[in-house]
């Protein structure tokens, strides 16, 4: 038999970040549901119908598996199901510098199987509060499959960049477009001058540092021995040391 559920599902989202409670691995989800079924079609012999629908939905907090149960109520008798169901994630890191981000990630699909993924893109910045990331070809070592996304924006709170990612099909392997949409977060502890701002969108460049050099009196005499008058003694200075001088507009 083939056939349809539609179910009301919890629409709960308690840290507003566009994402239900229910979709998200870190919190625990223990609720119930209801709807109706929709009978398509029925192989010579058998017998259904059109029914009412309820059921449970659990999962631990951590766990991206979990497990239903559903009780179907028809006109002249009544059926159950039960079975595990499961939220697609990924987490990992995530590398830069500067012009280029590199992600290391991995999940746990719906089998128990651990799969990895990767992916280089390029990167730029607005400002310290706009991180615009590159669009990425996500290639995992689950049978070589690779996942094309859109380039995307983040928006920062804290040390926080969140946004959302559309995928151009997230499991090719039916015919038509599925695990579209996502969401993203990046977490940055990295402030290398303590301002607050995480480094992904406020690099700090590592100036040379400055050399404080007395100019009065001084005379050059073959290669880098410079004699000064005021201190009446001869200093050397490398290349290296004149060349950074210079960058600095000596």
């Known amino acids: 038999m083939y056939g349809t559920a539609t179910l009301n599902m919890p629409t709960a989202d308690s840290d507003g970040n566009g994402v239900l409670d229910f979709l998200q691995k870190e919190k625990s989800v223990n609720t119930s549901v209801s709807g109706i079924s929709k009978m398509h079609w029925l192989a010579q012999g058998a017998f259904g119908s059109d029914s009412s629908l309820s059921g449970t939905f659990t999962r631990s907090a951590g766990l991206n598996t979990g497990n239903y149960t559903f009780n179907y109520q028809y006109d002249f008798a009544s059926a159950s199901a039960t079975g595990v169901w499961s939220v697609q994630y990924f987490d990992g890191t995530i590398e830069y510098d500067g012009e280029k981000y590199y992600l290391d990630i991995e999940t746990t699909n719906s089998e128990g199987q ?45 040390n926080k960049y969140s946004g959302y990612l559309k995928a151009l099909d997230g499991d090719t392997d039916t015919s038509w477009a599925d695990y579209v949409d996502w969401y993203l977060e990046v977490t940055d502890l990295n402030d290398a001058n303590s301002d607050g701002v995480p480094d992904f969108t406020n690099p700090v460049e590592t100036k040379s540092a400055i050399m404080t050099v007395e100019f009065d009196g001084w005379n050059w005499h073959k290669g880098p021995w410079v004699y000064n008058n005021k201190n009446n003694d001869w200093n050397y200075y490398s290349c290296f040391q004149l060349t950074k001088m210079q960058e600095v507009g000596y």
């Open 114 to 158: 651990d799969i990895k993924a990767y992916s280089t893109a390029e990167y730029s910045v607005t400002d310290s509060n706009t991180l615009n990331l590159g669009a990425m070809s996500i290639t995992t070592d689950y049978e070589s499959s690779i996942l094309q996304t859109q380039s995307t924006t983040l928006k920062r709170s804290g």
